[in-house]
């Protein structure tokens, strides 16, 4: 399968990618990370392809949507004793329609898709291989899956017709809905470092630190009993456990992909502490780290885990602690979902010498500055967010926030990960110090949830809708333009791929289906380039669509 015209990069962040081709192509195969020997568990994974020694995928031309399939290749993890119990590895696989979403996620696109194989769409496309940890109660498992947005079934913006009916004309609003869970269980298979495979179950995604939480079904691992963790100090010996690719000498066959669990020697090299009662991350070194240790498994010399790698910078990777994972895990746990970390809505620096020119470009005199840099406490608001928490809260460029609840800001890590502490949907009280105020200002902030770090990448939607119109997210469908060439693939005469349908939306409770193409809606054509298509609030909409190449029409009724 090929995607072109996106303004998407899919590099392989956690190990090795098979099945993605550089920047816009996606092509069918699979993606691992980590090093080890003697046969294990096998796994189906999609049609096997090429990756490059580095680590990035090759790309990979479909010449015929018409070619005939190939078996999809088998992967199997080959065992090892040595490797830490509690590591796992895991085998996530993705259809087309998945992958497809995960760029469109990645990139924040909605461009035009110029060609596909269709016999892509519905079967597997692409599969990760990534470690897991597996938790002491036998069942819970965290890991860091690369392609985890693909199982969050909706877009994150989204206009609603109650939410567009509260807005005064003219006046465009940017929402932030959490995420929706998947309508259909995610493709996971977990395989333990003696080769037993065990079917796991996927909770949901932590917004905090990007991990995604997983239970096994059925017959439970193990009890794993790891020690507690003496103090960590710098210098102190590390591995990192992470799958990579190998092949054993002697068992070569074709169509087989072979995985070993490898582990990589590192030392602690910076200790990261947002306050002094927790260890939030650490920073650990090695002679040399390629990009499959990212979602590594960080254990010391002892064998108890000390995190998940998060990220790599030349040869130092960065890892979330056991600790904060442990506590990722209990929230997804607790709702059985995915949970959004808090949006406030705002850009800011912290209050330093450094920041002087900012706030007298905000608002603040010179001869005020003195008092603000005594303390230096607090977080300078440069921006607000329209249609944000702090928006609608009536937070400005020039506040600044000094004390969130009852904790003084003494940083820009301590803001967010106090406001994290707080979590989303929940009231937090900021004591603001404003220019030209007399006192400081009590502000209380309904904190809103994201999937995206809140100090960026908030983007108003490209488009508004007038009052009595709606897109197609009002249905609850998500959609992807289609040419002409692509659609007569699929069996149609034009129009828009279904990528995604919300749960329990009205869309769904019509029968309307992930990887449908919407010829036209109400009689109207959908038609390529519609990136905001507007149907009229109604109570029912007639939608003619192809599926497998047989024209259907389904009526959508929707609740006003």
Not at 349 to 369: H, K, T, Y
Not at 449 to 477: C, D, H
Request: charged share 25%; proline share 6%; with cysteine.
């Amino acid at each position: 399968m090929r995607f072109s015209k996106m303004k998407t990069n899919l590099k392989a962040k956690n190990g090795f990618v098979i099945g993605v081709a550089a920047l816009m192509t996606l092509s069918a195969g699979a993606s691992a990370q980590t090093p080890a020997p003697a046969p294990a568990a096998s796994v189906q994974t999609p049609r096997a392809s090429t990756v490059s020694p580095q680590g990035e995928p090759e790309k990979i031309h479909a010449r015929s949507s018409r070619r005939a399939s190939t078996p999809p290749a088998r992967v199997t993890v080959i065992a090892d004793p040595a490797v830490a119990p509690q590591v796992v590895t895991i085998v996530h696989r993705l259809s087309g329609i998945k992958m497809l979403r995960f760029l469109l996620r990645q990139g924040g696109e909605r461009d035009t898709l110029y060609t596909i194989d269709p016999t892509a769409i519905t079967s597997d496309a692409h599969a990760s291989i990534i470690a897991g940890w597996a938790l002491d109660d036998g069942r819970t498992i965290a890991a860091r899956l690369p392609q985890a947005a693909a199982e969050i079934a909706f877009q994150e913006f989204a206009f609603s017709p109650a939410e567009l009916a509260a807005q005064s004309p003219g006046s465009p609003m940017a929402i932030r809905r959490p995420m929706m869970p998947p309508r259909s269980q995610p493709d996971l298979t977990v395989i333990t470092r003696d080769g037993k495979r065990v079917s796991a179950r996927y909770v949901g995604l932590d917004g905090l630190t990007g991990l995604s939480v997983l239970q096994v079904t059925g017959t439970a691992l193990p009890l794993i009993a790891e020690a507690g963790i003496r103090k960590i100090v710098e210098g102190q010996r590390v591995q990192l456990f992470a799958p990579e690719r190998t092949t054993p000498a002697g068992e070569e066959a074709p169509g087989v992909i072979y995985v070993r669990v490898g582990e990589t020697d590192a030392k602690v090299a910076n200790l990261a502490s947002v306050n002094s009662e927790k260890q939030d991350r650490l920073v650990v070194r090695a002679a040399r780290l390629s990009p499959g240790v990212i979602g590594g498994v960080a254990c010391d010399e002892a064998g108890n885990t000390l995190g998940i790698v998060e990220a790599i910078e030349g040869n130092d990777a960065r890892i979330v602690s056991a600790e904060t994972i442990r506590a990722a895990a209990r929230r997804v746990i607790e709702r059985q979902a995915s949970v959004p970390r808090p949006l406030l809505g705002v850009r800011g620096e912290p209050v330093d010498p450094q920041s002087r020119a900012a706030l007298l470009a905000n608002g603040w005199r010179e001869d005020q500055l003195p008092e603000l840099f005594e303390k230096q406490i607090g977080i300078l608001l440069t921006s607000v967010l329209p249609g944000t928490p702090a928006a609608a809260a009536k937070l400005r460029a020039g506040d600044v926030i000094v004390r969130v609840n009852q904790d003084e800001v003494k940083s820009a890590e301590e803001f967010s990960t106090l406001l994290c502490d707080i979590g989303s949907g929940e009231q937090v009280q900021f004591l603001i110090k404003r220019p030209g105020a007399t006192a400081p200002l009590r502000v209380e902030v309904k904190l809103a949830g994201s999937f995206e770090p809140f100090e960026y990448r908030f983007e108003m939607p490209a488009f508004a809708f007038p009052r009595g119109w709606q897109g197609l997210e009002g249905l609850g469908i998500e959609t992807v333009a289609l040419t002409a060439k692509v659609a007569s693939q699929l069996g149609a005469q034009g129009g828009l791929l279904v990528v995604a349908i919300q749960r329990d939306s009205a869309a769904a409770k019509s029968g309307v289906r992930e990887g449908d193409v919407i010829e036209s809606i109400d009689g109207r054509l959908a038609r390529v380039g519609a990136r905001a298509f507007m149907l009229a609030r109604q109570k029912k909409h007639v939608v003619s669509l192809v599926r497998d190449r047989e024209k259907k029409q389904v009526v959508v009724e929707t609740v006003e």
